[in-house]
């Protein structure tokens, strides 16, 4: 069935308003070579984008030319405004952009265990209308969160997790009670990691793949000929609840102790430094451990003794420093998980991240890559994350901006 005249134009508008998003402002010029549309066509969809107060002229091209031809136009930014949230367990961290994303202002609000719901709800939309007024927002179109837990594919809300405050479950609603009229979205942290590493990081050439999410906790994310992968509850890549070897109990469905999360959550990549004679610093279920795996990779930097896996069967000589060891004993851990994902999806690719898979580096990547491709007749890359701890609000942003984007660029009868 042929398109009607009013159909063609809605696809050549949102085609024109995606490279405008994607390569910054162009003239009118650049749009009819990047789109195929014809001349008149372009110089249409220019008048009717701009009339919708979608776009405008941002300048000229090059310092000889002037006139029509020359002109640049771009995504008018200041016409939504968008707030991105990380909800951790100790607190929230916010910004906020404008339409294309350019960050206008941020804000953090740490929250201590002992809050209560309410206060720990209006500390922490407080810190959202803190950072909209500074970055000069009137209102947000679009709010993007990025929490632990589970989130219900039927409902969007995010499911009762033992272990997760109870002031996370109210954040959503609240709000949507205090900004009317803001588009409210709820994702799992890992998830949206996932999709910034794979629009901005470490997996930007590849439509499949596992983010390994190595911090406070542990989890990860797949992404299967470029679609994220929820599953039927929303639990998918809950690896902490994996059992694994090295553990002294079994996780239960209300508690992950005794699975993967007990071999590489924060608290134990602390308890593994010190048991290894590694200085640890800071919070010991927190940013102790990235701090811990940092200086790590940053002594073995400067040894003389290539970091490599040992050979099966072969262990470290005894001569190894204690940081070698500590760097050692824990990819270990990480592949004994990692080589359950990939027997599994065989995703061809594992990127290590959160604030330890970052903090881990290249170096870490590759111990863990020489231990699966002694474990796995898969071959698997192993990457490090190029966004670490900022990808969950990152990720939570690029939502946000997408959905704005959905809607404020629908035709509306054009």
């Not at 014809?38 to 000889?64: C, F, K, M, N, Y």
Request: charged share 20%.
């Amino acid at each position: 069935m042929p398109a009607t005249p009013s159909t063609a134009r809605a696809i050549n508008d949102r085609l024109a308003l995606r490279l405008l998003q994607q390569e910054g402002p162009l003239t009118a010029g650049q749009l009819k070579q990047q789109t195929g549309l014809s001349r008149p066509t372009v110089a249409d969809l220019v008048d009717r984008l701009t009339a919708a107060g979608l776009i405008t002229v941002v300048g000229e091209s090059g310092e000889q030319r002037r006139g029509p031809n020359a002109r640049l136009y771009g995504i008018v930014a200041d016409r939504a405004h968008l707030a991105a949230l990380d909800v951790r367990t100790e607190g929230v961290f916010v910004l906020v952009s404008d339409l294309v994303g350019r960050v206008l202002a941020e804000a953090s609000a740490p929250i201590g265990g002992d809050t209560g719901t309410g206060p720990a709800v209006e500390q922490a939309v407080s810190a959202v209308e803190s950072a909209a007024k500074e970055a000069g927002a009137g209102r947000l179109h679009t709010v993007g969160i990025g929490a632990p837990g589970l989130i219900d594919p039927a409902t969007g809300d995010l499911r009762d997790s033992a272990g997760l405050p109870a002031w996370h479950r109210s954040l959503a609603a609240a709000l949507q009670d205090r900004l009317p009229g803001a588009r409210v979205t709820l994702e799992n942290e890992t998830n949206l990691a996932a999709l910034a590493e794979q629009r901005e990081g470490a997996a930007r050439d590849r439509s499949t793949f596992v983010l390994l999410w190595l911090g406070h906790g542990v989890g990860a994310a797949v992404v299967l000929d470029g679609t994220l992968r929820r599953g039927a509850s929303g639990g998918t890549g809950e690896i902490g609840f994996l059992p694994v070897p090295g553990t002294r109990a079994l996780p239960s469905a209300t508690d992950c102790e005794g699975g993967f999360h007990s071999l590489t959550g924060a608290a134990a990549v602390t308890a593994l430094a010190a048991e290894c004679g590694r200085p640890v610093s800071g919070p010991a279920d927190g940013p102790g451990a990235a701090l811990a795996v940092r200086a790590a990779v940053a002594e073995v930097a400067g040894e003389s003794m290539a970091v490599r896996a040992p050979a099966a069967g072969e262990s470290l000589p005894a001569e190894a420093s204690p940081a070698r060891r500590f760097l050692h004993t824990l990819a270990d851990r990480v592949a004994v998980g990692a080589a359950s994902v990939v027997a599994v999806l065989d995703p061809g690719c594992v990127v290590l991240g959160g604030e330890v898979g970052h903090a881990g580096g290249a170096v870490l990547a590759g111990l863990v890559e020489d231990r699966l491709r002694r474990m796995s007749p898969l071959p698997t890359e192993v990457r490090a994350s190029g966004l670490g701890g900022g990808a969950v609000l990152r990720g939570a942003l690029l939502t946000a901006r997408d959905r704005a984007q959905d809607e404020l660029f629908a035709p509306h009868g054009r």
